[in-house]
Structures are given as structure tokens and as C-alpha cells.
């Protein structure tokens, strides 16, 4: 029964989501307050790439060197997140220009590259990985065996990261503030909350959660460091905050959706079914479109739609 | 220290600021050299040679600058009218895909027909995606950026679909080397776009399109009423209907000009350099996302466009030429992101005023 399409399926659809999970729940905390940063793809390489350099000098028993990593990985997305929000508060940069720059800068061909080749991580193999944490007896279990217990501590932490913004951006005094920041940052600053540094604060931490969902794949899918290792994951991730609709419970259905697309091709083969895995693989892009569009409407604008001042800098002395 | 918007921006901050930017950005990445112990001066003193000086650099240079030159007149026109067309990417593959399959439909016609023929079913291939997004924006409002940035994977999935999945028309299924990896079906010979060699610089007929298209854009920005209409609307749409000019029009007729420069970088690529479809090379060059960071460099301006066009593509050329141990990798990159992040930053100078007050 756990070798069933349906179960392969959806167990390998939350090893890929877990990676869109958390770079989606960072890219909605930024977005949230204003800031849209394209540069996700950039900031998950250079979290995988960190986190993995941690893992190869660091010694010490494996869930030590793996919390080391991880915060590693979200250090590492946080400092390219700040070139960002530098760029885009203070100096009121086009955030779209800025996030790209990110992203050529940090990206497959840029500083993640320099470092991965400078540190000689390339190919090497990983001594210490995530790996499944709960007993074998429960992870045979039919069906949730694999799907729920059958995963590691990433899955599990991500799942309490998608409670806690949820409940941070919809029952806390600092959430309430985040949103009025990103609807209307001028509203919010004659209610006296500081515009730049929400916008800040909310950046880094969303380069963060990037750098823990590359992390993700240099520490538990691949588990290696090579070149644009995340393969436009990144981009995935932003289409995913649109999906759903900037909520961070929705981005946990989105990302196993989404990861369900990237194994549902590679899970047939092995069934004796060969449809092509290219254009099975637009449909993600393809429904991202579509719920962009159902949601155009004024009224579904309001309630679904983006933030309404994303995208745009706040300069008090010209609203 | 004050911020305050300058009420007129004097003429040579728009040339001192970029040059500055970039020294700037040599300064950083000089100073990431160091601290990973690379000879910075020795780097860069090889990065400009292999990118601008040595025999047959300057040739190679034009090859790397001229997608770039195109995504970024793309960019350009779609940004001056505040539509932030994110899909140059898409839009060059899907100039790649019609351009490539006129040129093997038409083998046999005399060449200027075929070059005609590419460079129309180019542009006709990027304008028609753009038309999506355009579409979506006029009509129901939606957000172009996204829509534009989901399409560019969708295209490109297509794109390898057509070459690694499928019997398509543009799959090379007879020659040896197709059958034991696939390949794009190479072009005939008439569809080999010219190239004119002047003291040694080759440049190639799609660099000399994009100066066209250049010059066409400034005459349209600058000199005709459509253009005026368009940066109207790009500095207040509301200004702009209330003056009575069609908004819906002019983002469809501004999108599909964007979409269709992009699809002649698309021609361009199958007709001028890789005369075949070629999929990995296109997706792995990120000309599109280059091109928006050309445009932003360049202020918007279409023979700026071609420069820094020109410039970032020597460094991927240098990038190419001295990939290898001694050089480090991803270099390239990061100084292609400092010079963008020090000309963004460099824009607060152009448009304020930074008053030190005591």
C-alpha cells in the first residue's frame, strides 16, 4: 500500500515542498510589509551553500552541527537580504531592478558559485544530513507511514514556522502593524509605527526562511553542494506566495502541491506511464496565472489580493 | 543627514553617477578578491583583456552583448511606461522557437528572404506572449510582473519539451550524434544571418538590429506623439485618461513592442550564433533577467542600452574565455550584481539631494 503512486507521490511531494515551504513563508513575511523581493533564488543558494560549508568543518554530533547549519544557512540569506532592503528603504531603489540584481548577484553564477568553488565543496560527499527521526515502526504505518512520520526534522519544524507566522500575522499586535505597513505605509506611520523598520525587520528574516529552504536542499533532498543546485526553486517560491494568496496556511497546501508536480512525472515512470515531465511541470506556472487572474477582480482584490502598497517605497514627505 | 528630491536633476549626474557605480562596484569586488586571496589588479587587468583587448576579444564581446542589448531595449520600453516586463526571458525563447522553425520551413529560399522571414516570425513569437500578460493587465488588471515572470518557465519547459520530450519538427531525430543525445535540428545554410568584418571586429547582423531598434525606439520616445502619450500615462495614468488618451491601447501595443524586441534577440540567437534551437544554452545564459538589469543601468536609454549591453557582456565573455583553476568561478556574477546594486543605490543621488545638517 505505501508503494502506491498516490503515497510515492505524496511523500516525495513534501521532501520538495519543505524548500518552497519555508522560502514562501519568508517571501510572504516581506511582502507583507511592502517589499517584494525577487532575489529569493539568490538567497536560497547562498543558504544552501553556507549550510553546507557548515557541515563540512564543523565536527561534533549531528544534530548540533545541523542546528549550527541551518542557522548558518539563515545568517547567510539574511545578510543578502539586507542588501536588498538597504537598497529598497533607505535608498528607495526599484525593488524589481534590486531583487534580479540580488539574484544574478548571489545566483548560480555569481557569489554562491564563488564560494562553493572557493571552499571546495563541490561534489564532496555530506557528513552529516537531515534524516527521518521517528521510529521505523511508525513510519511503516499504511499511508501516513511515509507521508507524515516518514520525513525529517526540516518537515516537522516547518509545519510549527507556518503556525507561528500565522498566528504572528493574524493575532499580534506586531502582525497587525506588518499588514497596515504593506496596505497603506502611510496610515501606519501616523499610527506611529516605524515604517522602515518593519520593512526591515521583515525583509531579513524572510532572506532567512530563503536561506533555511535552500539549506533544505544542500542538507536533506540532494544532499551535496553543486552550481544552481536549487534549480529555480526560488521562482517557484514567489509564484507559491501568489497562489496562495499571501496566507501561510495555504502556502503549506501550495508547496505540497507544487512539490507533488515536480514527483508526479518521475513517479509514473517508474509505474510504466511516460507522460513528458516538461509540460506537466507548467502547470504549477500555469494555475499560479489563473488564480492571479480570478482574484482581479476589485472586490477579490481586497480580500485575496497582494499587499496594496507591495512594491512600492514609502517616503513620508511624499505620500 | 536630510533626504530631500531635487526639483531639477543637473545633466551630469546621469553620466557621472553610472561611472562612479561602477568604479564603485570594482572597489567591492576587489575587495571580495582580497579577502578570499585572489590578486585583485591581476584579476581584473585579465577579466579586461579577455573581455576587450585581446585578439578577437572585441568579437566575442559583440556575440555576448547583443541578447542583452535586446532584452534590455525590451525592458526599457516596456519600463519607461511604468509596465515592468519581466518576461524578456520568455519572450527570447519564444523568438528562438518561431525564428528557428521559419529558418528550417524556408531552407532553399534565396538568404534575404530567409533573414526577413526569421526576423519577422522572431518578433511576431515574442510579441504574441507578451500579448498574454498585456492582455490580462488591460482587460482585468492583473498584476504583469507576475504573469510575465510565470510565463518565462512556462515557455522554456515548452521549449525543452519540443527538444528533449517530443519528434517535434525542430528535433534533430536523423544525424548520429542527435540520435545519441538531443539536439535541435541545425539551420540551413541561407539561414545563417551575414556578418561584416571591419579591422578585425565582427559584428554580426542581429548587433546592427539592435542599433536599429535602438534608434527606432529613441525617435518613437522622443519625437512622436505615441511616445509622449506613453510617458504620460507611465507618470500618472489618471493624467493620462483624463486627458483623453487610450490606456488599454497603449499598454497592449507597449507590451507587444517589448515582447517582440525580445523575440528578435530570440531570432537573433538561432539565426546569427546557434543555428539551431538549443534550449540548455538559452535557459542557462538568463539573458532576459540580464537584459532588465542592462536597462535599469542604462537609465532607460536606448544607446546606453547598447553600451552597458556591451559592458556586461564582456564580462561574460571574460567570464567564458578565463573559466579555469586559477580564476575563480561565479565572478563574474558578483561584480555584474556590485555594479547593479552601487547604480541602484547611485539613482539617490540623481533624484535627491543628501543634505548634511550640522
Known amino acids: 500500500m505505501n508503494n502506491s503512486l498516490v503515497v510515492v507521490v505524496l511523500a516525495s511531494g513534501v521532501l520538495y515542498g519543505t524548500p518552497l515551504l519555508y522560502a514562501a513563508l519568508g517571501e510572504v513575511l516581506a511582502e507583507r510589509s511592502g517589499v517584494l523581493n525577487l532575489g529569493v533564488e539568490g538567497m536560497m543558494l ?12 564543523l565536527s561534533g554530533p549531528t544534530p548540533l552541527v545541523l542546528a549550527a547549519s541551518v542557522g548558518v544557512a539563515a545568517l547567510a540569506g539574511a545578510v543578502m537580504a539586507a542588501i536588498h532592503a538597504f537598497l529598497v528603504v ?5 525593488q524589481i531592478v534590486s531583487g534580479l540584481a540580488l539574484t544574478i548577484f548571489a545566483g548560480a553564477a555569481g557569489l554562491s558559485s564563488y564560494l562553493g568553488n572557493d571552499l571546495h565543496l563541490s561534489g564532496k560527499p555530506p557528513h552529516h544530513q537531515f534524516q527521518e527521526v521517528l521510529p521505523a515502526s511508525w513510519q511503516n504505518l499504511p499511508v501516513v507511514g511515509p507521508i507524515i512520520f516518514g520525513q525529517s526534522l526540516l518537515v516537522y519544524a516547518s509545519w510549527a514556522c507556518v503556525a507561528l507566522v500565522a498566528l504572528y500575522l493574524t493575532r499580534t499586535r506586531l502582525g497587525l502593524n506588518l499588514r497596515a505597513v504593506g496596505e497603506s505605509p502611510a496610515a501606519a506611520d501616523a499610527m506611529g509605527v516605524n515604517v522602515s523598520r518593519y520593512r ?3 525583509t531579513l528574516v524572510g532572506g532567512a526562511f530563503a536561506g533555511v529552504g535552500g539549506a533544505a536542499f544542500s542538507l ?10 536549487t534549480q529555480g526553486a526560488g521562482w517557484i517560491a514567489i509564484a507559491l506566495v501568489i497562489f496562495a494568496f499571501w496566507r501561510p496556511t495555504l502556502c ?4 505540497y502541491f507544487f512539490g507533488a508536480f515536480t514527483a508526479l512525472p518521475f513517479a509514473l515512470q517508474g509505474h510504466g506511464v511516460t507522460i513528458a515531465p516538461e509540460l506537466f511541470q507548467t502547470l504549477p506556472y500555469v494555475a499560479t496565472i489563473v488564480a492571479l487572474v480570478l482574484v482581479s477582480s476589485r472586490a477579490a482584490r481586497l480580500r485575496f489580493g497582494a499587499p496594496a502598497a507591495l512594491g512600492l517605497p514609502y517616503v513620508r514627505e511624499e505620500r | 543627514m536630510r533626504i530631500e528630491r531635487r526639483l531639477r536633476q543637473p545633466w551630469w549626474l546621469a553620466v557621472v553617477v553610472p561611472v562612479v557605480s561602477i568604479a564603485g562596484a570594482f572597489v567591492l569586488s576587489g575587495l571580495v578578491l582580497l579577502l578570499t586571496g585572489y590578486p585583485p589588479l591581476r584579476s581584473f587587468h585579465r577579466l579586461f583583456d579577455a573581455a576587450f583587448i585581446a585578439n578577437g576579444a572585441l568579437s566575442d564581446t559583440v556575440v555576448a552583448g547583443t541578447p542583452l542589448a535586446f532584452t534590455g531595449l525590451a525592458a526599457a520600453v516596456a519600463f519607461r511606461m511604468n509596465i515592468f516586463n519581466i518576461g524578456g526571458e520568455g519572450q527570447l525563447y519564444a523568438g528562438a522557437i518561431t525564428g528557428a522553425t521559419v529558418g528550417l520551413l524556408m531552407a532553399g529560399t534565396p538568404s534575404p528572404l530567409v533573414f526577413a522571414g526569421m526576423i519577422a516570425a522572431g518578433a511576431a513569437g515574442g510579441a504574441l506572449l507578451a500579448a498574454i500578460p498585456a492582455v490580462l493587465r488591460a482587460f482585468f488588471s492583473t498584476n504583469e510582473i507576475i504573469t510575465s515572470l510565470m510565463l ?8 525543452e519539451y519540443l527538444i528533449f520530450d517530443s519528434q517535434s519538427y525542430l528535433r534533430d531525430t536523423s544525424s548520429f550524434q542527435g540520435k545519441v543525445f538531443p539536439q535541435g535540428k541545425t539551420l540551413p545554410a541561407e539561414a545563417t544571418w551575414s556578418s561584416w568584418t571591419i579591422h578585425g571586429l565582427v559584428l554580426p547582423l542581429g548587433f546592427l538590429l539592435a542599433i536599429v531598434v535602438a534608434a527606432l525606439m529613441w525617435v518613437l520616445y522622443s519625437r512622436t506623439r505615441f511616445g509622449f502619450e506613453v510617458q504620460v500615462i507611465g507618470d500618472s495614468a489618471r493624467a493620462g485618461r483624463y486627458a483623453g488618451m487610450r490606456t488599454r491601447r497603449k499598454i497592449l501595443a507597449v507590451m507587444c513592442l517589448s515582447g517582440a524586441i525580445a523575440g528578435l534577440g530570440g531570432a537573433s540567437q538561432t539565426g546569427d550564433f546557434r543555428h539551431q534551437l538549443d534550449p540548455r544554452g538559452l535557459r542557462q545564459a538568463n539573458y532576459g533577467y540580464t537584459g532588465i538589469v542592462v536597462a535599469a543601468l542604462a537609465r532607460y536609454n536606448p544607446f546606453a542600452v547598447v553600451l552597458v549591453a556591451l559592458l556586461l ?4 565573455n571574460a567570464g ?3 573559466q579555469g583553476a586559477d580564476f575563480p568561478a561565479g565572478l563574474v556574477g558578483v561584480i555584474q550584481g556590485l555594479i547593479l546594486f552601487c547604480a541602484l543605490g547611485g539613482e539617490l543621488f540623481v533624484r535627491y539631494r543628501v543634505r548634511f545638517a550640522w
Open chain 1, 46 to 57: 547562498m543558504g544552501a551553500v553556507m549550510g553546507f560549508w557548515t557541515v563540512e568543518r
Open chain 1, 90 to 94: 533607505t535608498l528607495r531603489a526599484n
Open chain 1, 200 to 202: 526591515y525587520a521583515h
Open chain 1, 220 to 229: 536533506s533532498i540532494t544532499p551535496q553542494w553543486e552550481d544552481g543546485l
Open chain 1, 252 to 255: 503549506l497546501l501550495g508547496a
Open chain 2, 152 to 159: 518565462n518557465y512556462v515557455v522554456a519547459l515548452v521549449m
Open chain 2, 313 to 316: 557582456g564582456g564580462l561574460t
Open chain 2, 320 to 322: 567564458f574565455t578565463l
